[in-house]
């Protein structure tokens, strides 16, 4: 297929590399010029979004916001083919993400928001799981590319679904987390041993990904990035991007998700620590375990 | 062995009737006349917690609260046998386990702390899970009654450890819950299937035992008290006791458990309406859906 990506940061780059390897014809473009050029050894490289997007069988956009996505799309649209399909692989706002979808039908396009979790490790991998929302007649057109950048494919409903289920797993993700490393402050203060914690819950009714899979103390369970200084795996930066996308559309839609809420807090005022913000957000679990709490 | 349990309600009942079937001597004793005579007719009743411990080689004791625990602990030490052992299977506050803890090593007896999970189901079937705090020869010697009651035994440490494991436990599963019914009802008021989240979810990084094994919501996933009508399963008065006792070591040793802290509020708020604090804890996903949150 011949593929427009625009979007080649961290994700992006590895993303559409993915696809120039398995045959496709990718013409890439990024804003800042110096991604753009750390692309050009295997990339053709447009001078503008709608450069980039002119003609093209299906459109990839991978974009950090929701006014990003909002001026690329309103640059591209104009110059897509008909009944080309613009896929965008960006974590945005609801709002945004359900604009676009209007845009993209009014426009007589193809389109699906699929924004993905497994970070950059499953970027590069090709190992990304993509939450979709969108017609399934699309979906389906597109699989071929999703099977390529990634492992796992779910189908969530129809436009904005995608993005809805990401926020809703990330926000659960987010107060897990805290909730995980706030029994592991407990537990040290209480001379319970970090292992035999984890020995309890991995196995009981507090088991998590973020206990088991992706223990935040050093030294117990499977490999995670608290083995390794807490260099991302999943940034701090981008939880709170999240979290934060989770309290817009609660607030937009006037849902009770005080926990939600309270754990945007806690990792926002982590992530304004000097350096926090680059860390894994997994990271937390020295700040809560430095933080003493008087009553 | 000779054994003698104190505390026959909805869980210690149980727990005696698998020691007598499995064929050892058991003296029982409740405070509360109406359940200690719901068991004469296979266990024989003493009139005073002492008379039931005096003479034992194990006295086990399953209470509702730390102040029940103190009590009995000064009735029944003075006539307990010499190198005999108090097995301690309330879940009650860290500083009355460890006082008692004292007071046993200072008698001349064994002890453990041996907190339970699993409810009344687990209770009758014998399939309990046991946290264990104390000696491990002092576990050894008592490992054969555990193997009668429960499935699973999890040695956590000395004195105490049960108990601090399990409220770290319980503090993260109530706080998990929580935000798992948070993402449900956003996913309702985003337009998201709740299967289609659950699919997301349970197979993604937002993954827990809350949502995994005891979806909060009807018909989906396996069977939950969400499909027979929020009926525990373990109730909503247990999660406040168990996220209160978890505040309240917090408080004692300064930690810092804010999402522990609002779980607690969150639950004591939906326990405080009628007929809530008897329902299974996962049912406050309908208390969030039905209070819409402005902010």
């Known amino acids: 297929m011949k593929i427009g990506f625009i979007g080649l940061g961290n994700m992006g780059a590895p993303m559409a590399r993915n696809l120039v390897h398995a045959g496709h014809a990718v013409t890439g473009f990024d804003v800042n010029f110096d991604q753009a050029k750390a692309c050009q050894d295997w990339l053709g490289v447009a001078d503008t979004?709608?450069?980039?997007?002119?003609?093209?069988?299906?459109?990839?956009?991978?974009?950090?916001?929701?006014?990003?996505l909002h001026q690329v799309a309103g640059e591209i649209?104009?110059?897509?083919?008909?009944?080309?399909?613009?896929?965008d692989c960006s974590t945005v706002d609801i709002q945004t993400t359900k604009q676009v979808?209007?845009?993209?039908?009014?426009?007589?396009?193809?389109?699906?928001?699929?924004?993905?979790?497994?970070?950059?490790?499953?970027?590069?991998?090709?190992?990304?799981?993509?939450?979709?929302?969108g017609a399934a007649d699309t979906l389906e057109l597109a699989m071929p590319l999703f099977d390529i950048m990634g492992g796992r494919v779910i189908h969530c409903g129809d436009a904005g679904a995608g993005q809805a289920a990401k926020i809703c797993n990330n926000m659960?993700?987010?107060?897990?987390?805290?909730a995980t490393c706030e029994a592991?402050?407990?537990?040290?203060?209480?001379?319970?041993?970090?292992?035999?914690?984890?020995?309890?819950?991995?196995?009981s009714s507090?088991?998590?990904?973020?206990?088991?899979s992706y223990c935040p103390a050093p030294d117990i369970g499977p490999q995670s990035p608290a083995d390794h200084d807490y260099r991302p795996g999943f940034s701090t930066a981008m939880m709170v991007k999240d979290l934060a996308l989770a309290q817009d559309a609660a607030s937009m839609t006037e849902t009770n998700t005080r926990i939600g809420k309270l754990a945007l807090q806690i990792y926002q005022q982590?992530?304004?620590?000097?350096?926090?913000?680059?860390?894994?957000?997994?990271?937390?679990?020295?700040?809560?375990?430095?933080?003493?709490?008087?009553?």
């Open 172 to 178: 659960i993700l987010g107060a897990t987390m805290i």
């Open 77 to 87: 649209m104009p110059v897509m083919a008909s009944s080309s399909c613009f896929i």
């Open 206 to 212: 507090g088991s998590s990904w973020s206990m088991n």
């Open 101 to 133: 979808a209007e845009m993209i039908e009014a426009a007589g396009l193809r389109g699906l928001d699929a924004p993905v979790s497994g970070g950059v490790g499953g970027a590069t991998a090709g190992t990304l799981t993509f939450m979709v929302g």
């Open 49 to 68: 979004a709608a450069d980039a997007a002119s003609g093209q069988d299906v459109v990839i956009t991978m974009l950090p916001n929701g006014a990003a």
């Open 270 to 295: 982590f992530a304004s620590q000097p350096d926090h913000a680059e860390q894994d957000f997994s990271a937390i679990l020295n700040d809560i375990k430095n933080t003493p709490h008087k009553t």
């Open 184 to 203: 592991f402050a407990l537990a040290d203060q209480l001379g319970l041993d970090r292992q035999r914690l984890f020995d309890v819950v991995s196995t």
